[in-house]
């Protein structure tokens, strides 16, 4: 079974910084593209951006709004995705969900399993 | 950047229903599209992919079609866990995106 733990998340002031995880197991972590996507409180969801896997060189895409700002990494050795989070925007706050990416074709480019989500919140 | 326009963005219906949502990009994507259900305080839960491919374990009342710039997710048949917000979402190119949402309440 597929699970993705998402932690990290808090509330922090605007300009501030936030490192937020996401743990993977029940399958083959290295191998699949994964992304980050965020709802704000009582919005939509927004994608926030992509890493590709070791075959595709881990790069990575974003959403304009963000980039520059947030920066996903991961470490296959550990199963574990990362979402560095800087100069923090009230704009920012919201549940942030890892996901993983069905396949690294178009056709298998959407988010199949997600999980639970972390609130960030962004106040003085 | 794609733009996804659902319609409605709220819908109220009946139990053994059939409702229609749709999502219609700004531009083509093919038939790269992918709808999901959420429920409140949960994480949304994959229903269709490519545009008609049902995710596997996901109820056949269920069903997409489409391509290019109108697609459609149709629900044969209310059931109390199908009330919910559904969102569509393009796979076809960067940025990914989103519709705004569709909340499905009970009449």
């Known amino acids: 079974e597929v699970q993705l733990v998402e932690s990290g998340g808090g509330l922090v002031q605007p300009g501030g910084s936030l490192r937020l995880s996401c743990a993977a197991s029940?399958?083959?972590?290295?191998?699949?593209?994964m992304d980050w996507v965020r709802q704000a409180p009582g919005k939509g969801l927004e994608w926030v951006g992509r890493?590709?896997?070791?075959?595709?060189?881990?790069?990575?895409e974003y959403a304009a709004s963000v980039k520059g700002r947030l920066t996903i990494s991961r470490d296959d050795s550990k199963n574990s995705l990362y979402l560095q989070m800087n100069s923090l925007i009230t704009e920012d706050a919201a549940v942030y969900y890892c996901?993983?990416?069905?396949?690294?074709?178009?056709?298998?480019?959407?988010?199949?399993?997600w999980g639970q989500g972390t609130l960030v919140a962004v106040s003085s | 950047d794609i733009q996804l326009t659902q319609s409605p963005s709220f819908l109220s219906a009946s139990l053994g229903d059939r409702v229609t949502i749709t999502c219609r990009p700004s531009?083509?994507?093919?038939?790269?599209l992918a709808w999901y259900q959420q429920k409140p305080g949960k994480a949304p839960k994959l229903l269709i992919y490519?545009?008609?491919t049902l995710q596997s374990g996901v109820p056949s009342r269920f069903s997409g079609s489409g391509s290019g710039t109108e697609f459609t997710l149709t629900i044969s048949s209310l059931q109390p866990d199908d009330f919910a917000t559904y969102y569509c979402?393009?796979?076809?190119?960067?940025?990914?995106?989103f519709g705004q949402g569709t909340r499905l309440e009970i009449k």
């Open positions: 996901t993983t990416v069905r396949d690294s074709s178009w056709s298998g480019s959407y988010s199949e399993y």
């Open positions: 490519t545009a008609s």
């Open positions: 531009q083509g994507i093919s038939s790269y």
């Open positions: 890493i590709r896997n070791k075959a595709n060189s881990y790069t990575t």
């Open positions: 979402q393009q796979h076809y190119t960067y940025p990914i995106t």
């Open positions: 029940g399958y083959t972590f290295s191998d699949h593209y």
